[in-house]
């Protein structure tokens, strides 16, 4: 099933405060919801194949966090500990068992420093989380830190949705992938 299938249904994707071990303003539900937002952004960009396995990987890739510090296993924790909890979800919108272990594998690494070239699906799944880092740093995300060189001209927009979604906590995923795609200017699927 293609990435325009997911967006059809985001309403099956909605989460809470409740699905994270450790609910935050830095790594919960508005976080998630943004990182989910531009890895939808960057598959289009890139016009990845595999964009869902990015959008799952996003999903969950905080929810094993137990607390805001730096954290190198809380990848690990979250696909250990949430990824069981989403198997069924995510098979019902075409992941395959291949699909599950790309999933497992850019959730575990995303939190490490060490990459793994030949997993396009972590690669934008930390080029989206690395966009968020505005909640961190306001002025820019460190552009180390980015593997796409186009990334780096999201990082404004990126500013404006955290902007946004301050201003509106209550927004639901629908409405923040729809304003990042109206931020940067791309048109979904």
């Known amino acids: 099933m293609k990435m325009k299938n997911l967006l059809n249904n985001l309403n099956e994707f909605a989460l809470s405060d409740s699905d994270f071990q450790h609910p935050s ?88 420093y060490e990459e793994k070239n030949d997993n396009e699906t972590l690669k934008i799944l930390k080029d989206a989380d690395a966009l968020d880092r505005v909640r961190l740093h306001p002025h820019k995300p460190d552009p180390t830190f980015l593997r796409y060189s186009f990334t780096w001209s999201l990082v404004p927009a990126a500013a404006e949705l955290l902007k946004f979604t301050e201003g509106h906590s209550k927004a639901g995923l629908q409405d923040i992938i729809h304003k990042a795609a109206d931020l940067a200017k791309v048109k979904l699927f």
């Open 25 to 112: 303003y830095l790594h919960g539900r508005l976080h998630t919801y943004r990182v989910i937002a531009w890895t939808v952004i960057i598959c289009n960009i890139t016009d990845y194949k595999k964009g869902r396995n990015a959008f799952f990987a996003a999903m969950v890739h905080d929810m094993g966090r137990v607390d805001d510090s730096k954290d190198p296993l809380h990848g690990l924790n979250s696909a250990r500990k949430y990824l069981p909890k989403y198997k069924g979800l995510f098979r019902k919108y075409g992941a395959s068992e291949t699909d599950l272990d790309e999933i497992a594998e850019a959730i575990t690494m995303h939190s490490l």
